[in-house]
């Protein structure tokens, strides 16, 4: 379908024979840009040599080898500013749009993933073991010294919504057996269903409260290192996010715990495949400025983990070697183009230079002790060279633009800053006088930017200030790096502190993810590979809180990333959703968004997100979006988010102002959203909501079956009158769930004003839109997931056919139309008149479902839409019409 699958799945799937086909095709340069890949240098010409300004003190060679010279040598020499400035650089959230220069057009394969794929082609298969409809794994793993390791056998199943790969086979068996021997919770999930949500066996479940109450089994972790709670006198290696002490109680941690057998288990499953897999292509996606290489750095960094790992607890050296033949390719040291000789990670892009900086920085800590001597000192070359120096002239010319207070509570500072400080901390102390120097400088930079600035990125009530996609870029960056810093010195060197309420962005996360995925408002971002939901279980060892990681344990990303085997903590037991409120209004006037449900773990569960919130102040990855809600029932989303457009597309991320090229890209601008859109005008991008919630507070309990009573009630009220630059009291939203949160109506009042002549009501859906004859009616049906744009072009079914009405109660001369799919560019730009990478992507398949009104010149507009899930067994009750009661007088009663 054509609006966006929220991203809370991955497009690269290490685990499925679906994605294996996208892998090879990415690797054969299928979908290589503008003629980047496997080429000579000479085909390189957007910057020159040392565009980092570094002057020379290394030499390139075999082995990465560098000639030593004195420290403070790293200056801005005459190449500084090669790269692009901070003017130039496409994510500056003040960057003016002066000039519209067009960037080429992106590579066939859409960059993001689609409403519609499922998660059993992505890259996390948690539940699935790396098992998910055919994987090409061994059923016979023998390089682990876990016996169920790598054997789990492929299988699918089908509940309610879609196909529910299992847990099968010896990895079950495994599971069961450790769960036994620990003597703490067994698997709650034996697979997910198509949106990655757990599919509970309910025998399995422990409905307790969440808590750190389980047996622990800690007999062979014993550190016999002091903390010195110093930069500069640091751990031994290994140090980076995990230390030798964990090392060696892993084994016995997971022979006595279910959840870690499983993801041990996936692990090596995927350590299989890529082993098979050619070296990660340099692929520049629109240009060294445009998306750059951040794909390759972070499919590097999901190789190097797993590689790292299985060798790690299996002492196979088969491991070892392919590790370091991928990172000795990645340095440029092979006859394989890997950019150009000083830049070879593309500074252009430094997140691209962060995250292979972050894959280097474990390999050489992890494996310190198993490389031989050339082996560490190439890579650590390496992270010096192409990593550390260039981060150098970050911090010192205005290329670093992410490190700016006006642009540094994003992903960018948190990712660039993590990346450096974790191979700064990694390398300091080892080599020359001058590589240290280096690593010193770079750890004061990063971790005093970093305490200034990332950890401003979670706001008050939890919420990331960003996007619910970017969220995952920021925090997993923040908890990499928060997790090296106390492995390495002791302490977290006070960044936690920086930042009181950082742990309440665990909240946001659970609450911002429906049944049909997150509210994925804004932009999605680029495929997150290694990135992960993992860092709610290391908040949850920090706080003491336990729910975030019961939550995430079940999850379909937690499996695949090795980091989950040290930040979870075995002892954590309990139902996640016992005592969880069903709503939550995360109230900060920067991001102010509201969450309700019916169920925490009914997958056919009624959702809502709703958000009203300011409208900038977003790093240029927010939308014109004010009243937007998305809403999920039986199983699947029937009011969407397109997500990302093309970030290619010229002057996408220009700016936040009124005239912003931005807005006149269809998934931007205030058309593209399921709110009003009044006068045929973009929002107010000055627009300053005043919200009202309130919920009769009911909490689940610790049943899988939990129905609220049909008198518990939750409303969103949002005078939204600034977003059309009216008076207050002018335009309000209300949004509310009725009847035991079975039905939802979304009720908006327009008052009497001489200066609104037209006025629009507007959802984006990828339901089949039938309209009834009188246009009161719009009957919504889906069948399937569907994601036509993906590499796979893969079809779930939701287990037969799925349908919402939905009912205009008022006003009486209202009807439905529908416009699909909707243009990619609005707002007086003739679509046709545009180059072709000046349009958005095509949004086939979806629909937007409208109301058109006229003006409210001569009296007051009331719109009250009823949504009613067509279940099963419709009560009376659900057939009703509700009261209809004015916005000022609703009450958690009102509608009893």
């Not at 990645?330 to 070879?344: L, P, W």
């Not at 280096?438 to 200034?452: Q, R």
């Amino acid at each position: 379908m054509s609006y966006q699958r929220p991203q809370d799945p991955y497009i690269h799937s290490n685990a499925s024979q679906y994605d294996e086909r996208y892998q090879q095709s990415y690797q054969q340069g299928a979908y290589q840009q503008q003629g980047y890949g496997n080429q000579t240098a000479s085909g390189y010409r957007d910057y020159p040599d040392h565009a980092s300004g570094y002057q020379g003190s290394y030499k390139e060679s075999s082995e990465g080898l560098y000639n030593s010279q004195a420290a403070g040598g790293y200056g801005a020499g005459a190449g500084a500013g090669a790269g692009a400035g901070y003017g130039q650089q496409r994510n500056a959230a003040t960057n003016a749009a002066a000039t519209y220069s067009y960037a080429k057009p992106k590579r066939g394969v859409s960059k993001w993933i689609k409403f519609g794929i499922p998660l059993l082609i992505l890259i996390i298969a948690g539940a699935v073991l790396g098992g998910i409809f055919g994987s090409r794994a061994s059923k016979n793993n023998n390089n682990n010294n876990n016996s169920s390791s790598g054997s789990s056998s492929s299988g699918s199943g089908s509940t309610g919504t879609g196909s529910t790969p299992n847990v099968q086979g010896s990895t079950l068996t495994a599971a069961q057996q450790a769960a036994k021997n620990g003597g703490n919770n067994m698997l709650f999930y034996q697979g997910t269903d198509a949106y990655g949500n757990p599919a509970f066996v309910s025998s399995n479940v422990d409905t307790s409260s969440p808590s750190y109450s389980g047996v622990a089994h800690n007999q062979s972790c014993s550190d016999s290192w002091t903390a010195t709670n110093s930069l500069t006198n640091l751990r031994p290696h290994p140090r980076i996010m995990t230390t030798q002490a964990e090392w060696d109680c892993l084994p016995t941690k997971i022979a006595n715990d279910a959840y870690l057998t499983v993801w041990n288990a996936t692990i090596f499953t995927n350590a299989t495949n890529w082993a098979a897999q050619p070296f990660v292509a340099y692929v520049a996606d629109g240009g060294f400025t445009g998306s750059g290489i951040l794909d390759v750095s972070r499919a590097i960094q999901m190789r190097v983990k797993s590689w790292a790992y299985a060798y790690k607890l299996s002492n196979n050296t088969m491991w070892k070697d392919r590790l370091y033949a991928e990172l000795n390719n990645a340095a440029g040291n092979t006859n394989n183009f890997f950019g150009q000789n000083g830049t070879r990670w593309n500074a252009a892009h430094f997140l691209d230079v962060a995250e292979m900086t972050s894959a280097f920085a474990m390999a050489y800590d992890w494996l310190y002790n198993d490389w031989n001597s050339t082996q560490r000192t190439m890579i650590r070359n390496a992270i010096v060279q192409y990593g550390l120096v260039p981060g150098l002239n970050q911090y010192a010319t205005p290329d670093g633009w992410w490190k700016e207070t006006a642009n540094g509570d994003g992903n960018w500072n948190c990712v660039c800053n993590g990346g450096l400080l974790t191979g700064a901390l990694a390398i300091r102390g080892d080599g020359d006088a001058n590589a240290t120097a280096t690593a010193d400088s770079i750890i004061n930079s990063a971790l005093t930017n970093m305490k200034a600035n990332c950890m401003n990125g979670v706001y008050d009530d939890g919420t990331w200030t960003e996007t619910a996609n970017y969220w995952y870029f920021g925090t997993n960056a923040q908890g990499r790096a928060l997790s090296t810093l106390i492995s390495a010195t002791g302490t977290d060197q006070g960044m936690m502190a920086q930042n009181p309420n950082w742990y309440k962005t665990s909240d946001f996360h659970m609450y911002v993810s429906g049944p049909g995925g997150l509210f994925a408002y804004g932009d999605n971002g680029p495929n997150k590979f290694a990135t992960t939901a993992n860092q709610l279980m290391l908040y949850s060892k920090l706080s003491g809180d336990a729910r975030p990681a019961v939550y995430q344990r079940d999850r379909a990303d937690a499996s695949f990333d090795p980091l989950s085997m040290f930040w979870y903590e075995p002892t954590a037991k309990g139902a996640f959703w016992n005592g969880l409120p069903l709503d939550r209004y995360f109230d900060d006037t920067r991001g102010s968004w509201a969450s309700m449900r019916s169920s925490w773990t009914d997958p056919s569960a009624v959702y809502v997100g709703v958000k009203a919130s300011n409208l900038t102040g977003h790093q240029t990855h927010g939308d014109l979006d004010a009243g937007d809600f998305v809403l999920d029932a039986l199983g699947t989303r029937w009011a969407g988010e397109y997500g990302s457009g093309n970030y290619l597309s010229t002057d996408y991320f220009s700016n936040e102002t009124q005239g912003s090229a931005r807005w006149t890209y269809y998934r931007k601008a205030t058309d593209g959203q399921n709110t009003l859109t009044i006068n045929m005008q973009n929002q107010d991008v000055n627009c300053r909501p005043i919200n009202q919630f309130n919920s009769t507070g009911v909490a689940q309990t610790g049943d899988l079956s939990f129905k609220p009573a049909t008198t518990d009630a939750v409303q969103f009220i949002s005078d939204l009158s600034s977003c059309y630059s009216q008076p207050a009291g002018t335009v309000q939203r209300g949004i509310r769930m009725l009847n035991g949160r079975r039905q939802v109506l979304v009720q908006d009042e327009i008052a009497q004003s001489s200066q609104i002549t037209d006025v629009q009501w507007r959802v984006q859906t990828n339901g089949t839109v039938t309209i009834s004859p009188d246009g009161k009616t719009a009957t919504l049906t889906q069948s399937s997931l569907t994601d036509p744009n993906a590499a796979t072009g893969l079809k779930v079914g939701l287990g037969g056919t799925k349908t919402m009405k939905v009912q205009i109660l008022s006003p009486s001369n209202a009807v439905f139309t529908q416009d699909g799919p909707p243009a990619t560019r609005i707002y007086g730009t003739a679509v046709s008149s545009a180059p072709p990478e000046d349009s958005d992507i095509a949004n086939t398949g979806a629909t937007a479902l409208q109301i058109k009104l006229g003006g409210t010149q001569s009296g007051s507009q009331t719109v009250q839409v009823l949504w009613q899930p067509q279940w099963d067994s419709l009560s009376a009750a659900d057939q009703a019409t509700p009261k209809s009661v004015p916005l000022s007088q609703w009450t958690l009663t009102s509608h009893n």
